[in-house]
């Protein structure tokens, strides 16, 4: 099954490369983040690949979104809400600027982006949407206490939603990714991984390809929420 899609934090990790196995797959991609080249760069890559640079967390970005959707890919079919950030701190130390970035992005925006999707998903006959939350939100990590409190939310909107949306025929999953060797690490102010801490990492491709997997869910089923983690003994 292909059809119209956004994904947004699509200019890296496993947005990114969602973005580009969708459009490998046929599916028209509305790719959102904040960085214009690394977008320009996807769209000049792939023919299936619409570049549109936002901040979805600022007032009128998800409506924005949602009309570029419209107009330049003619409809939604696929929600991805992809997009999420983290900052490593204990809660004694929390910056009140990193609270509200990892709450505005990762539950405030990924609810008005599922929230104003919803008049386009309805004209599709095989609407979907896919929430990126994380294994985080089922396990408290120390000094991650913000971005395990703010995925534990977006886990719960998504269940909501679905039960929501179930009359609407709009399907609403969730994917909670494992330690995936992304940028995130860099953004989130701790130290980078060492090079055995990557080792133990899904790559971004395997994440992004299970967002692909999710799409292909036959009708009529729904999994809810689907945990990724890596074998370590693979065959
Ligand atoms: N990597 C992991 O270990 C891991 C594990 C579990 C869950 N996850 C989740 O997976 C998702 C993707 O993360 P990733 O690991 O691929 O990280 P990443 O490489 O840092 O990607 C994050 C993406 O979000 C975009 N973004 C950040 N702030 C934004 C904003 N205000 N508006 C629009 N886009 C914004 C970034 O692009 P710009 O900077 O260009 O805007 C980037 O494309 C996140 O929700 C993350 O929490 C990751």
């Known amino acids: ?9 699509a200019s890296s990790g496993i947005g990114r490369e969602a973005a ?13 983040a904040r960085r214009e080249n ?6 000049q890559e792939n023919s299936n690949i619409v570049a549109h640079v936002a901040d979805i967390t ?12 419209a107009e330049k890919l003619g409809g939604l079919d696929l ?11 204990t809660v004694a130390d929390m910056p009140v ?10 539950v405030r925006a990924l609810i008005l982006m599922c929230q ?12 979907q949407i896919i929430n990126v939350a994380s294994v985080a939100g089922h396990l408290p990590m120390a000094t991650l206490a913000a971005y ?37 690490f860099e953004v989130a102010g701790g130290n980078a991984p060492t090079e055995e801490a990557r080792k133990g990492m899904v790559s971004a491709a395997d994440m992004g390809r299970m967002v692909v997997e999710l799409t292909q869910l036959p009708a009529g089923l729904d999994i809810g929420e689907v945990a990724v983690h890596r074998r370590l003994n693979p065959y």
């Open 1 to 9: 099954m292909t059809g119209n899609a956004i994904v947004t934090g």
């Open 20 to 32: 580009k196995q969708l459009a490998q797959e046929g599916w028209k991609v509305l790719a959102v």
């Open 38 to 43: 690394r977008l320009k760069a996807l769209e």
């Open 58 to 69: 600022v007032a009128g970005a998800p409506e924005a979104v949602m009309a570029a959707a």
């Open 79 to 89: 929600l991805v809400n992809n997009a999420g950030t983290s900052w490593i701190t």
């Open 97 to 106: 600027e990193k609270l509200d970035q990892i709450y505005n992005l990762n």
């Open 116 to 127: 104003k999707a919803i008049p386009l998903l309805e004209k599709s006959e095989k609407a």
């Open 148 to 184: 395990c409190s703010s995925k534990a939310a977006a886990i719960m909107f998504s269940r909501v939603l679905a039960k929501e949306l179930t009359e609407r025929k709009i399907r609403v999953n969730v994917l909670n990714p494992c330690g995936t060797d992304t940028e995130i």
